[in-house]
Structure formats: structure tokens, C-alpha cells
């Protein structure tokens, strides 16, 4: 069925879902361009919507909102059950889509007018080329065929009149999960069709990447924005699952789809970070995103430090208890630049003196000595100390001097004092870079450190909560905190407490107007505590307020931090590799966590009632060779 384009009634049914139903803004700038080229719009909810929401969908036309359950394939069933396949029918094209694409990068007419040109019975966007299994077990096929993405099919008369078409929706079961709407409809559709003699096609042809990508939409999205003109993208290219990226490409999709964006088109970018910041963990959205800053160390542009100290106020918070460190800590805080204001906080009398004479001569607009309580440690130094001011400035730096005795040997706490150091307050021209970075990264609201790695610290990576995933949470909900934690996705934390912050984005936390009896009297480092809680919270409360947490690092400790992760990664694959468990990494890691918990149960199967059976239906002399070779596996 061909399309006359200057005369065609087309319906466009939109579904939509947001946990909080709340519409942001990506979605009515989709519509606005949809309803250029469509003749209605229905928009189909599933779950809530807030008043604000439906006022802004209703502009575009009937919005419809239903219990939340079947997807997206149940949503559309249902606004065709509400039109009547007859109403259906009096449409030249009926499209389903939905608010998982983001767009549109170019004009919406530019995909009609190309696909109004084809003799067609339905027609997508982009395709997702077959899989010889089927990974979700629903398949009639036993395996994933050729399919367009449900995201958008667009179906003619000729379609939506036929039997065909309406039997397989009157028919379509409930769509429980997300595999069942993949491997009920989304894989199926395409096929079920095309092996009745409906004709298809897709917008953004990709047959001659089939063996490059299996799925070119999130593998490679910039190659067909700039290449084949695709007005869409994923939302999900900012939150997927790493592993399934590893397996793929390098991790460089989403920047680059995200610099392309950003530079050469038109698309506000403002709109993904608007709502992937509300919707997603800050985990997934840093990993995907690549948001870890390498800073120089040695260069900057003293004329654009001058430009950026007048267009924001600047100011460094820091803790001083250890007097035998204020040579040190002179050091680095003569690292913030002249224009700035110094608030540094002790906890004794004689202490203050000593800090005022070591940093009587530092050059900057204002040095303020404070003395607090000792209670809180550099906590609340910062969330009590300097709360009378905090909001006064646009970009601060918050550090604390750091001694591990505790630890020996002293090296290994003296190292992390050092990653802390080195990647907040290094140099004058790594400060002014990273002052630079907030400058040209508007939705950044902090930048931490990476996390400690060496010696004991080791297992920091990967046991990021330890303890404190339930103080955390406890702390979260006080606050009032909506954005997703679970204990699944660490905090993009400063495990050290030091490091650079919008006051703006931190603005819930102090809010809470904390005083210094909130706090554990000392000693009070235990983890578990409040305090701990608070240092994972920060990059929470950013993400509150609609700003992302990153990781910065000079580019002098990058190259150490790089060799340091890639000896331990060449460690861990060595023995994979020993013990022929390769593959991707996360089949590896699959593999040993396979292999130790067969070994736990056979360690508890020997230790209990293990001999008792083996001796009961073995013979003798087996059961002493099945035995030794039990043991000896666990030993390997």
C-alpha cells in the first residue's frame, strides 16, 4: 500500500510510563514534532500521571491512563480496543510507538516522506537482526527472527483492515515481564506478517551491518544518526547493562553518541540528563556515560581561570586536626587560586593559633579560621561548620589533613592520603582545570576521587556499601531522596571525604540544619555509622537535585591508577585462563562463582552428612577415591 503524503490521515498511538508519572521534557518535544505529521495522537499511561503531566500530553490530543500491566503491547491493545478496529480502519496508517526512544534528531517528515514512497503493509524505524537462539524462551521459532524494534511500527490500512492483524490482538496473551514482551511480541510481530505476504521495511536501513551489530540502534548509534540520518536514539544507551556493552564495543558508545549530540546537532541534550538523572542509578548512568575526568596536572589558561573566578565565587572548606601535618596541608591549599575564600576548621584553641601563623601569608580574598566541636570529624565540619556560608558559593572544595595509624604498614594510609590529595588539590593548575571542568559540565554537581584499591583497600571495589547500604538508606529516606539505591549499584561516593561540589546540588543535605549533637561522640569511625552513611550519600542528594557525581583524577595519577587496575585484571585472568575458564568476562566470572559454590556445598556435603552416604551406597575402595578427589577439588 502506497501513501499519499499530501493527503494522509494518520493516527500515532503513544505509550508512555514514568515510575512517578511525571512527563519531562524530552516527551512533548517528541510530540510536538510527531503531531506535525500525525492527524491524532492518543497517548496510552500505564500507572500514574501527575496533573502537570496529563496537562502537557493532553495538548497533543485523548491521553488514556491505565492500570500498569501488560507494557506497552497491552497498552496499545487496549487504545485499539477503545477506537474499534472500524475507526481503525478509517486511518492510512496507524503507529505504535513508544516513550523509550528519545528524538527526534532530524524532522519526522524527512521518515515519512521516505517511507510514504514505499509499497508497504507496515514499516519501523530500525531493526534488530536475528539471534540463533532464543534467550527468553518464548519463541515459537526457537529463536529470535529479524524483527523492527517496537519502539515504532507504523501499520497501514491495508494491515490494520485484515484479519490478521486483528486476531493476533485479540488474541495477544498478558505480557507479565520484559522477556515475555520481547518473546510474545516485539521478536514475533515482524515474522508472524511477513510469512502472510505482508510487505515491511525499515526507515534506517542497516543490512550491510548485520555482521557488525546485531543491534546497530545501541551498539553504534552515532553511525546512524550521522551516517543514515536515524531521528531517534535509545534511552537506554545512558543506562544499560555494561556487560552486554563490553561484549560489543569498547564502552565508547554513549559518548559518542552523547558529544554527537551535543555537537553537531540541534537536539538539547539538557533532556536526557533531565530524566535519566530522575529515573536511573548513578552507577549505571557514570560507567555508561565515561563521566571520569583526567585532569592536567602541569597547564592551564591563567586568562580563562581569571574569567571563570568572576563568573563564580569559589571556595575551599578544610578540616586541620593533625598539627605535625600543616606544612603539608599549606601545601596543597596554596593550590586554590588567590581569588578565592579559605574556611578552615579545628577543634581546639591552640590549634587555631597554629593554624592562623602557618597560613598567615597564603595568598587568597579571605582565610577564616573556625573552631567546631570535635564531633563529627570533617563531617561536620562541612554540614555545621561553614553552613552559614556554604550557599554563598558556586563551586567548593572540601578536604580534610589524613592520618591512617591504625593501618601498617603507615605506607598504605599514607598512599591514600596521597590519591585524596593528589586528585583534589595537586597543583594550582589542576585546580584551576577542574574549575574549568564544572565550568563546561553545567549538570556535573561533584567530582570525587577514585576509590582506594591498594593493600587493604583493595576490596573496597565491588564492596563499595561494606556495612552501610542500610544506615544509607535510613539516612536517604530522612531526607527525602527519590533517586534509585539499592544495594546492586554502588555510590559514585568520595570514599576519602574529599572533593568538589556545587553547594546548589547539595543543598537537601544541609538543609537539614544539623548540629553537632547528630553526631557520634568519639572515637566514632566504625563502619556502619552515620558518618559513613553521610560520605555515601552525597552523590545521592546531587542526583537529587538533578546534577550527576563523577570521578576526577589528575593526568599524572591516571597513568598510576591505569597500571595499578590493569596488574590487578592481569592477575585475576592469568588464573582464569590457568584453569581454562575463558570466554567474555562476565561468562568468566559466571564460571567462578559456578565453580565456588559447588565447592562450598561439597565441603558441607563431606563435613555432615557426606561420608554417611557415600559409605552407605559406595564400596569401600570407591568411596576413598570419590573422597580424595572431592577434597582435592576444593582444595584447587
Not at 43 to 68: D, H, I, W
Given at each position: ?520 561522640e568519639e572515637p566514632n569511625g566504625v563502619d556502619g555509622t552515620l558518618l559513613h552513611a553521610i560520605e555515601r550519600i552525597y552523590p545521592f542528594v546531587v542526583q537529587e537535585a538533578g546534577f550527576y557525581p563523577a570521578i576526577g583524577m589528575n593526568d599524572k595519577f591516571a597513568a598510576i591508577e591505569y597500571t595499578n587496575l590493569h596488574y590487578y585484571l592481569r592477575e585475576y585472568n592469568k588464573v582464569f585462563v590457568q584453569k581454562e575458564m575463558i570466554g567474555y568476562p562476565d561468562q568468566m566470572t559466571a564460571i567462578l562463582k559456578d565453580t565456588l559454590e559447588l565447592k562450598g556445598f561439597i565441603k558441607i556435603f563431606l563435613k555432615y552428612r557426606g561420608k554417611r552416604f557415600l559409605k ?21
Open positions: 500500500m502506497l501513501i499519499d503524503s499530501g493527503n494522509v490521515k494518520r493516527l500515532a498511538i503513544f505509550f508512555f510510563y514514568d515510575k512517578s508519572g511525571i512527563v519531562d521534557r524530552y516527551v512533548p518535544y517528541l510530540l510536538e514534532d510527531l503531531k506535525k505529521n500525525a492527524t491524532e495522537i492518543c497517548t496510552v499511561c500505564n500507572g500514574q500521571l501527575s496533573p502537570e503531566g496529563r496537562a502537557v500530553l493532553e495538548r497533543y490530543g485523548k491521553v488514556l491512563v491505565r492500570e500498569n500491566k501488560g507494557f506497552d503491547v497491552w497498552a496499545y491493545k487496549e487504545a485499539m480496543e477503545q477506537y474499534g478496529w472500524e475507526k481503525l480502519q478509517t486511518y492510512d496508517e496507524v503507529i505504535l510507538l513508544n516513550n523509550t526512544i528519545m528524538g527526534p534528531v532530524y524532522p519526522f517528515k524527512e521518515t515519512f516522506d521516505q517511507m510514504d514512497q514505499m509499497d508497504l503493509d507496515f514499516w519501523g524505524m530500525t531493526e534488530y537482526f536475528k539471534i540463533e537462539t532464543d534467550p527468553f524462551g518464548y519463541s515459537p521459532y526457537g529463536y529470535l527472527p529479524d524483527h523492527i524494534q517496537s519502539h515504532w511500527i507504523a501499520c497501514r490500512r491495508s494491515l490494520v483492515s485484515s484479519r490478521d492483524f486483528q486476531s493476533y490482538w485479540e488474541q495477544m496473551p498478558m505480557i507479565e515481564d520484559y522477556a515475555q514482551a520481547i518473546g510474545k511480541h516485539e521478536s514475533v510481530f515482524t515474522k508472524q506478517f511477513a510469512d502472510k505476504g505482508y510487505k515491511w521495511a525499515v526507515s534506517v536501513e542497516c543490512e550491510d551491518l548485520r555482521d557488525y551489530s546485531g543491534y546497530p540502534l545501541l551498539m553504534c548509534p552515532k553511525r546512524l544518526i550521522e551516517e543514515r540520518r536515524c531521528p531517534i536514539f535509545k534511552k537506554r544507551s545512558f543506562f544499560h547493562m555494561e556487560s552486554d556493552y563490553l561484549r560489543n564495543t569498547t564502552g565508547e558508545q554513549t559518548t559518542e553518541l552523547y558529544e554527537f549530540l551535543k555537537n553537531k546537532t540541534s537536539y538539547d541534550v539538557d533532556f536526557i540528563w533531565e530524566t535519566i538523572l530522575r529515573n536511573y542509578p548513578q552507577y549505571d548512568i557514570v560507567k555508561n556515560m565515561n563521566l571520569t575526568y583526567v585532569v592536567p596536572k602541569e597547564h592551564y589558561d591563567r586568562e580563562l581561570l581569571d574569567q571563570q573566578v568572576k563568573n563564580n565565587k569559589i571556595a575551599l572548606v578544610m578540616h586541620l586536626y593533625f598539627p605535625d601535618l600543616l606544612e603539608e596541608s599549606y601545601r596543597y591549599v596554596s593550590s586554590m587560586p588567590k581569588e578565592a575564600d579559605i574556611y578552615l576548621t579545628t577543634d581546639q584553641e591552640e590549634k587555631k593559633v597554629k593554624i592562623e601563623k602557618t597560613f598567615a601569608k597564603l595568598p587568597c580574598n579571605k582565610l577564616e579560621v573556625r573552631l567546631i566541636e570535635n564531633r563529627g570529624r570533617d563531617v561536620s565540619s562541612l554540614l555545621v561548620g561553614v553552613k552559614d556560608v556554604i550557599m554563598q558559593y558556586d563551586i567548593v572544595c572540601f578536604a580534610h589533613d589524613k592520618k591512617t595509624t591504625q593501618i601498617t604498614p603507615g605506607t598504605i594510609g599514607a598512599s591514600f592520603a596521597y590519591k585524596c590529595f593528589e586528585n583534589t588539590l595537586s597543583s594550582a593548575a589542576f585546580v584551576a582545570n577542574i574549575i574549568n571542568t564544572f565550568e563546561e559540565n553545567p549538570r556535573m554537581g561533584m567530582l570525587s576521587p577514585p576509590e582506594p584499591n591498594h593493600g587493604m583497600y583493595f576490596t573496597t571495589i565491588g564492596n563499595e556499601w561494606g556495612p552501610n547500604y542500610e544506615v544509607t538508606k535510613d539516612l536517604a529516606d530522612q531526607i527525602g531522596l527519590t533517586v534509585p539505591i539499592s544495594k546492586e549499584s554502588p555510590a559514585v561516593a568520595p570514599y576519602g571525604t574529599m572533593f568538589w561540589f556545587r553547594p546548589k546540588a547539595m543543598k537537601p543535605l544541609f538543609d537539614m540544619d544539623w548540629n553537632y549533637k547528630d553526631f557520634p552407605r551406597h559406595v564400596s569401600g575402595k570407591t568411596y576413598g577415591t570419590v573422597k580424595k578427589c572431592m577434597q582435592k577439588f576444593c582444595r584447587r
